[in-house]
């Protein structure tokens, strides 16, 4: 038999291999997101992504304090997607104007751009940007919170709750509300600094436990704790107040203000919500107003804080009457400012309208 030469063998072995090469390259390894798709699996989803379940509206998050001032977002959702963004409070005066004025339309592009909190911070303008991620978050917990309600009660939904001033710094308080229950509370914000730590360190863990214990803001005061108890429960209570009508968080959010209960005994009745507003901070003091909306009309508007002290009390004990009236008489915050009370009336409309847009208004 006639042998094979040697150059003959290498060139057939060299032509299987190749052939062998391309048949391996050609099959897609089990790991590609496309096959995944294909198999009817969905990506997972990026930590603070806006929700995909149909929300619809604005959407007001929580003012974040930072060293300049209070930075606060609203987003505009379509079908779950955010469709704009912008900054209803930034830092201001002197050069934080310039560099608002740059940083903020930047910051406004990357939340569109990226759907979600993940999004870097503006060079030369780390506080800005910190205080617009943070209020951001809180938005998409909202948003987040509010799909949860639609598709059904047994959806845990995250709410956090506007800031509560206190003489000693800010209280804000998170809670995970399933079933209709609390299941974990959590302050993102508490009086920090000296002997504040120490206040801190031993009266919020006894509040969280009150808090999911009560599943409501009618909770007991930690004995050498008034302030950030008080500061505590104000903040917990809107929280609550932000747990959507019809969401099955009966107990949650109906234990404290009677945010979902029924505007008639029969079924199918108009719901009555109780939505309390952002805080708007004005050159006197803050400003939050709480409202009462009932077939799709605001019954009672009221404000949960006013700017106090010296001719302030006068001024918020003859304008926010006025202004109550004017909101429920306009179904909404377009209404005059009171003569006399230019800073108060504009803190109250701004509030009014983050309370509008939790009620999809």
Do not use: C, F, W
């Not at 803050?286 to 009221?302: D, F, H, L, S, Y």
């Not at 404000?303 to 306009?330: E, M």
């Amino acid at each position: 038999m006639r042998k094979s030469h040697p150059v003959r063998r290498a060139v057939l072995a060299g032509a299987a291999t190749v052939s062998g090469i391309v048949l391996l390259l050609s099959l897609k390894p089990a790991s590609d997101p496309g096959s995944a798709q294909a198999a009817g699996q969905a990506p997972p989803a990026a930590a603070g992504q806006a929700p995909q379940g149909g929300v619809n509206g604005a959407v007001t998050g929580d003012a974040a304090q930072t060293q300049y001032g209070a930075v606060q977002v609203r987003l505009t959702m379509s079908n779950g997607k955010i469709t704009q963004a912008e900054a209803v409070q930034a830092p201001k005066g002197g050069r934080s104007d310039q560099i608002t004025a740059s940083s903020v339309p930047r910051l406004n592009q990357a939340v569109v751009a990226a759907q979600s909190a993940d999004i870097d911070a503006v060079s030369g303008a780390t506080y800005t940007s910190t205080g617009y991620k943070k209020s951001l978050q809180s938005a998409l917990d909202k948003a987040k919170a509010s799909a949860g309600g639609a598709q059904g009660s047994g959806n845990a939904q995250t709410l956090t709750g506007d800031v509560a001033q206190t003489q000693y710094g800010p209280v804000q308080v998170r809670v995970t509300v399933a079933g209709g229950k609390i299941t974990k509370a959590e302050a993102v914000q508490a009086p920090k600094g000296g002997r504040s730590d120490q206040i801190t360190a031993s009266s919020v863990p006894r509040l969280n436990q009150a808090a999911v214990a009560a599943g409501s803001a009618e909770i007991d005061a930690v004995s050498g704790a008034t302030y950030t108890s008080a500061g505590y429960k104000q903040s917990l209570q809107s929280a609550l107040d932000k747990a959507p009508a019809g969401g099955g968080s009966s107990q949650a959010a109906g234990s404290g203000g009677g945010s979902s209960q029924a505007a008639g005994s029969g079924g199918g009745q108009a719901q009555t919500q109780t939505l309390t507003g952002s805080v708007a901070q004005t050159q006197y003091g803050p400003v939050q107003v709480r409202i009462t909306v009932a077939g799709g009309k605001i019954t009672k508007a009221e404000a949960v804080q006013a700017p106090k002290g010296g001719r302030s009390d006068q001024i918020t004990s003859s304008s926010v009457p006025r202004l109550n009236q004017a909101a429920v008489a306009a179904g909404n915050a377009q209404i005059d400012a009171v003569s006399g009370a230019t800073y108060t009336s504009a803190g109250y409309k701004q509030s009014l309208q983050s309370a509008l847009d939790q009620a999809g208004g």
